[in-house]
Nanobody, 124 residues
Framework: QVQLVESGGGLVQAGGSLRVSCAAS????????MGWYRQVPGKQREVVAVITSGGSTDYADSVKGRFTISRDNFKNTVLLQMNSLKPEDTAVYYCNADIRYYSSTGYVRRNDYWGQGTQVTVSS
């Protein structure tokens, strides 16, 4: 089976930096778009940054110039470097990936996967 495991996050003061990472594992053939999303209680999950398999990136306006998304296609990992953090960046951050993989019966499947989420808290 395929799974995404996140690490990083934590507590930082405003203006500081954090990095969150996500590793995909399983019978993976290839990973298309990968991304980071975030959610605060009572609000919808929102996109933070996405990166294609070719390395093209896109960012939410609120994080442009402060966050950088990158990926390693050999290690099946995606990173989000967060600089100049603001209290409004506080949220649970989720990794997302569009993955092609071999099922247990040997068929090629494609599915959208989410990590378990990691808390990022920025104090003022």
């Amino acid at each position: 089976q395929v799974q995404l495991v996140e690490s990083g996050g934590g507590l930082v003061q405003a203006g500081g930096s954090l990095r969150v990472s996500c590793a995909a594992s399983g019978s993976i053939i290839g990973i298309h778009t990968m991304g980071w999303y975030r959610q605060v209680p009572g609000k919808q999950r929102e996109v933070v940054a996405v990166i294609t398999s070719g390395g093209s990136t896109d960012y939410a306006d609120s994080v442009k110039g402060r966050f950088t998304i990158s990926r390693d296609n050999f290690k099946n990992t995606v990173l989000l470097q967060m600089n100049s953090l603001k209290p409004e960046d506080t949220a649970v951050y989720y990794c997302n990936a569009d993955i092609r993989y071999y099922s247990s019966t040997g068929y090629v499947r494609r599915n959208d996967y989410w990590g378990q989420g990691t808390q990022v808290t920025v104090s003022s």
